[in-house]
């Protein structure tokens, strides 16, 4: 089905530990998102790329970085992993970082730093 | 700056109708979106208003008020499956900037 695909589903790491967070559209859409939720807190904006080749800070780019590695992919990297980034983290994705597109979610990566 | 503000609860029983509000303060923004999340998992997309007034998809429908700086989803008939946590976010006017979301508000849905 296309859509948005995120690996992995669920992850464990230590504090310290650093992990890459993949995303992958199939929609052909230039515009791209990490965000991550949290209990009582929404969700809240960390990086995005408007389209291949450019990256922004959101709300809450300390300790994330990102690639665009190409117009279907958009990785989210922790170098350096605390229990304060233990989150659920999802992408989407949008035709552009338009006005009235709505986004597309992937299913979420579950991550827990012990 | 940008805040949206809307309840972290609302309760209802099958077959009523409920609305959730949204209220911002932001300087500039181009329009006012919903998402549904049911729990575990992914956010969906349900509506986008640009215009002040309501748009309707179905049970749902969304309005939205620029000159008193809210908006709200309406949700009709409701059923148990409508359970779900509700989000508005707005896309700010600033140039090259992704959406804001809400904390979100809880639908519990009885029988």
Same mark, same amino acid.
């Given at each position: 089905n296309a859509g948005v695909t995120q690996t992995p589903k669920f992850q464990v790491l230590k504090t310290g530990q650093s992990m890459t967070l993949q995303c992958a559209q !199939?929609? /052909?859409? /230039?515009s791209m998102y990490w965000y991550r939720q949290d209990p009582g807190m929404g969700l809240r904006l960390i990086y995005y790329s408007a389209s291949e080749g450019t990256t922004d800070k959101g709300e809450v780019p300390n300790g994330y970085n990102v690639s %665009? =590695? /190409?117009?279907r992919e958009f990785s989210l990297r922790l170098e350096s992993a605390a229990p304060s980034q233990t989150s659920v983290y999802f992408c989407a994705s949008s035709p !552009? =970082?338009? %006005?009235n597109y709505g986004y597309t979610f992937g299913s979420g990566t579950r991550l827990t730093v012990v | 700056g940008q805040s949206l503000e809307q309840p972290s609860e609302v309760t209802a029983v099958e077959g009523a109708i409920v609305q959730i509000n949204c209220t911002y303060q932001t300087s500039g923004f181009y329009g006012l979106s919903w998402y549904q999340q049911h729990d575990g998992g992914a956010p969906t997309f349900l509506s986008y208003n640009a215009l002040d007034g309501l748009e309707e998809t179905g049970r749902f429908s969304s309005f939205l008020s620029r000159s008193d700086s809210y908006g709200y989803l309406l949700l009709q008939e409701?059923?148990?499956?409508?359970s779900a946590s509700y989000f508005c976010a707005e896309n700010p006017r600033q140039a090259g900037t992704a959406l804001i979301f809400g904390k979100g508000t809880t639908l519990s849905v009885s029988s």
């Open positions: !199939d929609m /052909n859409h /230039n %665009r =590695l /190409n117009k !552009d =970082l338009g %006005r | 409701l059923q148990m499956k409508d």
